[in-house]
């Protein structure tokens, strides 16, 4: 078996206390080291969900697929058996109800899922559709609930003279009356908006406006100094080593990436690896400094943690897995398992029903006995 290629190691940036004593620290420096470890935590769960999420989008479609298509199969299989079971077997009338019940519902889904063939199958126990009256009435009714519905959810007065008989012209409507709603809120938003810029700022207020613009400058000037000595560092056009000027040219992209992504944490990680900076600068760094970093390192935590969360969510849409177990990489590869071994045991099972049931109005009959009609679901009886 090949062996797993080993995760390039990843420079640690940390602050060091004096021995073993953490109380040394600032409180800017534990926060410092808290969103440092914070980040190299998320780093690696967002990297294991991609290898894991990619390893089950690859054994779906090579595996999982496949084995769907043996169950779909045995579920046609089944459909045939009971079509003839239901024409040539001695069944009572609720054993017949049962059969067309689960030929008309429980299997209405295979001519979509390559078995063509037994659509005159599942037609032949299919209620006839609703007459133009009754799709009428059925809209109707449907639109008197939704009414009553957006009325006291959000208050909307619908005019009698508007047609909403239809799910889209209903949904045109209410649209229309969201969008004039959000028009007029935008419209109310900016007068006062506008309203409150006329208003002479407090020295107070100023003061607040001026100390946040200042620190959202100095933050700005912080990450540029470390990025502009790294491009001062790496930038290739002075080397001569072929070699040398190709390893710089792809170490300026990640700093240039990072940069313009504002990883602060990924610019400090290259400083110490390519020895521009070192353990006794990051002990001496100014609270102030601190104060910054901290707060862009904050802003890296949360982006980190909403892309592994969308992720997580593209992923469960995609295997129609709740989101609890589709959001770790051992979830994941764990959930596959037992998903595949109960479609294996499931196909088996219908397999091996189908060949009794063929053979054995007998074992038929018992196995109706255990399967419950839905109730208000049209079926058309053919006796």
Request: with cysteine; glycine share 2%.
């Amino acid at each position: 078996m090949a062996k797993k290629p080993v995760a390039p190691k990843v420079q640690i940036v940390h602050i060091q206390a004096a021995g073993t004593d953490t109380s040394a620290l600032s409180k800017a420096q534990k926060e410092f080291n808290r969103l440092t470890k914070r980040i190299v935590k998320l780093e690696k769960e967002a990297r294991d969900f991609r290898e894991a999420a990619t390893r089950l989008r690859q054994r779906v479609q090579n595996e999982y697929r496949p084995l769907q298509h043996q169950h779909n199969e045995a579920r046609a299989s089944l459909v045939r058996v009971l079509d003839l079971a239901h024409d040539t077997y001695k069944l009572t009338k609720g054993e017949r109800t049962k059969v067309a019940d689960l030929i008309a519902h429980g299997c209405h889904d295979l001519p979509q899922k390559g078995f063509p063939d037994l659509q005159p199958v599942i037609d032949k126990y299919t209620a006839p559709p609703p007459s133009a009256a009754e799709e009428a009435a059925a809209d109707q009714a449907t639109a008197d609930m939704m009414k009553q519905l957006f009325t006291l959810q959000y208050g909307i007065e619908f005019d009698p003279a508007m047609d909403v008989s239809t799910p889209e012209k209903f949904r045109a409507y209410v649209d229309q009356v969201m969008a004039e709603r959000e028009t007029a809120y935008e419209a109310e938003e900016q007068a006062r908006e506008a309203q409150r810029a006329k208003r002479k700022k407090s020295p107070k207020q100023q003061a607040a406006e001026d100390k946040k613009q200042a620190e959202e400058k100095n933050i700005t000037k912080a990450v540029r100094t470390l990025y502009m000595d790294l491009v001062k560092h790496l930038h290739p056009d002075l080397e001569r080593d072929e070699a040398e000027k190709d390893r710089k040219t792809e170490l300026l992209k990640q700093v240039t990436t990072a940069y313009e992504a504002n990883e602060l944490l990924t610019l400090l990680r290259l400083q110490l690896e390519l020895q521009r900076i070192d353990q006794s600068h990051l002990e001496s760094l100014a609270e102030d400094q601190l104060r910054y970093y901290n707060k862009l390192l904050k802003e890296q935590v949360q982006e980190l943690d909403q892309t592994l969360f969308n992720e997580q969510q593209d992923l469960a849409a995609f295997t129609g897995r709740s989101f609890f177990y589709t959001r770790t990489a051992s979830g994941i590869d764990y959930d596959y398992q037992q998903q595949k071994q109960q479609l294996e045991a499931k196909t088996k099972q219908l397999a091996a029903e189908v060949l009794a049931f063929e053979h054995d109005p007998t074992a038929l009959k018992a196995w109706l006995k255990t399967y419950r009609t839905p109730k208000n679901t049209p079926i058309r009886l053919n006796f």
